[in-house]
């Protein structure tokens, strides 16, 4: 959570939930971040679309700032992600 608060973000709040946390709820999309939960997400009903992409585990590595790589390469993706699904 130090990387989020580095950026500004507010981490109050956030907590990993459980799939059974979210069962019966529907999503336009739901986007894994590595294999292991796509794999366990794949079981989720109510997705529209499922996006997979699989980024290394920043908890394994021996990178220096780990984290904050991690979550610089998920802020790009996501950045293309809108851009591309809000062309109409």
Do not use: Q
Not at 41 to 64: K, N, T
């Amino acid at each position: 959570m130090a990387a989020l608060e580095e950026l500004g973000m507010s981490t109050e709040g956030l907590f990993s939930k459980a799939l059974e946390e979210v069962a019966g709820e529907s999503f336009d999309y739901v986007v894994t971040l590595c294999d292991k939960s796509a794999l366990e997400c794949h079981a989720l009903p109510g997705a529209g679309e499922y996006i997979v992409w699989d980024f290394e585990d920043p908890a394994g590595s021996s990178r220096a700032n780990a984290y904050r790589h991690t979550l610089h390469e998920i802020n790009e993706r996501l950045r293309m992600f809108v851009l591309v699904k809000s062309k109409p």
